[in-house]
């Protein structure tokens, strides 16, 4: 088992910026590569990004590419998704995920892919 818990959140101006975490517990962090999703009202889960257990591959969806940061820090058992230049379409509730599946797959956008969830923090983002 792993326990996930991210924090950063908060209400903040359109153009502004937020760092989220994603505290991990349990097995081994580095075993796992981690993903984030966010869910925004009235709508489904959707990719964010995602990251290997090294941190050396990562993967970003579209609309995220050059504003959106993920990293981690295994030895903290900790991962980090720095959002920049944020737009009121950012507002969501975001969630992070861990899953073994490897990662070569290349499924690490599906929520299938991962066996953990965190219970997801609160991002607003006022225009």
């Known amino acids: 088992q792993v326990q996930l818990v991210e924090s950063g959140g908060g209400l903040v101006q359109a153009g502004g910026s937020l760092r989220l975490s994603c505290e991990a517990s349990g097995r081994s962090f580095s075993n796992y590569a981690m993903g984030w999703f966010r869910q925004a009202p009235g709508k489904g889960r959707e990719f964010v990004a995602a990251?290997?257990?090294?941190?050396?591959?990562?993967s970003y969806a579209d609309s995220m590419k050059g504003r959106f940061t993920i990293s981690r820090t295994n030895a903290k058992n900790t991962g980090y998704l720095q959002m920049n230049i944020l737009e009121p379409e950012d507002t969501a509730v975001y969630y992070c995920a861990v899953g073994s599946t490897p990662w070569a797959s290349g499924a690490y956008y599906r929520e299938t892919f991962y066996n953990y969830w965190g219970q997801g923090t609160q991002v607003t983002v006022s225009s």
């Open positions: 990251i290997n257990w090294s941190g050396g591959s990562t």
